[in-house]
């Protein structure tokens, strides 16, 4: 009988650590969300998905770039600004 508990307390374990890896958000995220609703006419619903858009196509070191006025080259500054522009309207 205490076997199982043993089983459920390592499965109940590795449940946590799969989602804590997993489901984590980026550092930049919150930062860059915060930014997003400080700009007028923001919602939440809006910021949110305009975050997770941005964060599913840049990195977080190309996010804190953007975030910190480091955009270096035009080929990148194209991405961004095509990013944002697409992103904008998928979460209009």
Not at 11 to 17: E, H, K, S, V
Not at 27 to 33: G, L, N
Not at 60 to 79: H, K, L, P, T, Y
Request: net charge negative; hydrophobic share 40%.
């Amino acid at each position: 009988m205490p076997r199982i508990f043993l089983y459920l307390a390592a499965f109940a374990l590795l449940g946590f650590f799969i989602t804590r890896t997993f489901n984590q958000q980026p550092p930049s995220w919150e930062p860059f969300y915060q930014a997003c609703m400080a700009g007028t006419g923001s919602t939440e619903q809006r910021c949110s998905c305009f975050a997770d858009y941005v964060h599913d196509r840049l990195n977080d070191d190309e996010i804190s770039a953007v975030m910190e006025n480091r955009v270096a080259g035009a080929s990148f500054q194209d991405r961004v600004e095509k990013i944002v522009q697409q992103g904008s309207l998928a979460c209009h």
